[in-house]
């Protein structure tokens, strides 16, 4: 075996061996404690790290503001140079040390409890000074670090997971449902699949309708002369309620077929009937994964009596972007 492989192997497995271990000696009390302090925090969460600590420290900050729990990195060398100022006395600080002697941490730790702020320590080292200061430890226990321990590696990775767990418990406590999501996360393919199916479908005139007996020539000619031009015609029977779907493959292959009088035939005659839809009250994530799974461009929004209310075409997806 290549021993450079063989060495990013041993370091992958290392760090496997840290989270597992995490996992099984997570103690339930202090973590609960935690989740509770942060869900009831009227300010903000401020994470603060040094070093390695400090870049995990950022993202934990990052992941909880992205699920619903307002925070800010702080970083502790700043801190007792000014930055100070933005801790107030209703937050929660989280601060990340292995060791808990970081020298700018513990200089820190004096101001935010004269501050009144909450401390929470997550760190390997619970005899340490930052322990000793906190109101609650999240205990990593002794970590061996991958590659001989010169650079912080399963500390960081075991800090990262345990941020990740507490962020995603909090989430959850808040009852913080995907659809929030979307307030957080308006761009991008989450933010698109966030999204109601309403929100993006399209709609009024441009929902190329047409019933069971117009004739294919007639549907081609809702089918191009709606805006967008969605290459499908949702029909409707005599009550209003989807009752197929006729597109420009149809067209092609009844084409091909040698269809008679191909043009002059009613659609119902030739139309995919009792197509996939979707509500209108549907995420965009499931509409996509419907499209998808089913191999089909156009798919007919519907109410809750099964009447058209605007169709939704894959590239719709594909191209949305917000304000």
């Known amino acids: 075996m290549d021993t450079k492989v063989g060495l990013a192997r041993e370091v992958i497995l290392q760090e496997a061996r840290t989270l597992q271990s995490l996992a099984e000696r997570l103690e339930e ?6 989740v509770d302090l942060i869900v009831g925090c009227k300010g903000r969460v401020v994470v603060s ?7 995990i420290a950022r993202k934990i900050s990052a992941t909880l503001s992205s699920t619903g729990t307002p925070s800010l990195y702080l970083h502790p060398a700043e801190a007792v140079h000014g930055d100070l100022g933005r ?5 929660v600080v989280l601060i990340l040390s292995n060791s808990g002697e970081t020298e700018e941490v513990v200089r820190l730790l004096d101001p935010v409890k004269r501050i009144g702020a909450a401390l929470i320590a997550l760190t390997g080292n619970r005899d340490s000074t930052l322990a000793r200061w906190a109101d609650l430890v999240l205990d990593l226990g002794t970590i061996d670090e991958a590659g001989g321990g010169f650079a912080p590696t399963a500390s960081t990775t075991a800090m990262l997971a345990m941020g990740d767990a507490l962020a995603l418990a909090v989430q959850k406590e808040r009852n913080f449902a995907p659809e929030d999501l979307i307030r957080f996360h ?5 933010g698109r699949s966030l999204l109601k199916v309403k929100e993006i479908m399209r709609s009024g005139k441009k929902t190329p309708l047409v019933r069971e007996e117009d004739s294919v020539k007639d549907v081609v000619l ?5 805006p967008g031009r969605p290459g499908a ?14 597109t420009d493959g149809d ?9 008679p009088s191909l043009l002059e035939r009613p659609v119902r005659e030739v139309m995919t009937r009792d197509p996939k839809r979707i509500l209108q009250d549907k995420l965009v994530s499931e509409a996509h994964r419907v499209l998808r799974n089913n191999r089909i461009d156009q798919i007919p929004v519907v109410d809750e009596e099964d009447r058209p209310v605007g169709i939704l075409d894959v590239q719709d997806i594909l191209d949305f972007k917000t304000p």
């Open 222 to 226: 809702v089918m191009t002369t709606t």
């Open 29 to 34: 009390e202090p973590f609960s404690r935690a």
């Open 87 to 91: 801790v107030l006395e209703e937050d």
């Open 233 to 246: 015609a949702i029909v409707v029977d005599g009550a209003g309620r989807l009752s197929g779907i006729f």
């Open 186 to 190: 308006p761009g991008g393919f989450l």
């Open 251 to 259: 067209l092609r292959r009844r084409l091909l077929e040698g269809s």
């Open 49 to 55: 790290g040094m070093g390695k600590a400090g870049l």
